[in-house]
């Protein structure tokens, strides 16, 4: 069983920066493509951005596209989005979740483990 914890989420102003981490368990982490996505209020679960197993290729959806930035750690057992020039649309919840795979995907049911979610909210 795979477990992920998000972390970092909170208030900020439009124009800021946040760095959300999620800390996973088991051995499995290091080999599997990780990926964050977020839903806001009344909305559909949509995709930020995934990184591949060794953290050498990384996605990005459009809507953050330049804006945000995945990375790894594998010692860590750790993935990170960084978060940049957040504008008040980028108010959601945001989750990250592992696949049983190498490679990244844009996909959410191509996940398969999900963590609880942090809650980002960005201020005008």
């Known amino acids: 069983q795979v477990q992920l914890v998000e972390s970092g989420g909170g208030l900020v102003q439009a124009g800021g920066s946040l760095r959300l981490s999620c800390a996973a368990s088991?051995?499995?982490?290091?080999?599997?493509?990780m990926g964050w996505f977020r839903q806001g209020s009344g909305k559909e679960r949509e995709f930020v951005a995934a990184?591949?197993?060794?953290?050498?290729?990384?996605n990005y959806g459009d809507i953050v596209q330049g804006r945000f930035f995945v990375s790894r750690d594998n010692d860590k057992n750790t993935v990170y989005l960084h978060m940049s020039s957040l504008k008040p649309e980028d108010t959601a919840t945001y989750y990250c979740?592992?696949?049983?795979?190498?490679?990244?995907?844009?996909?959410?049911?191509?996940?398969?483990?999900w963590g609880q979610g942090t809650q980002v909210t960005v201020s005008s």
């Open positions: 979740a592992v696949r049983g795979r190498l490679e990244p995907s844009s996909a959410p049911d191509d996940y398969d483990y």
């Open positions: 088991g051995s499995i982490f290091r080999f599997n493509a």
């Open positions: 990184v591949n197993g060794g953290g050498s290729l990384a």
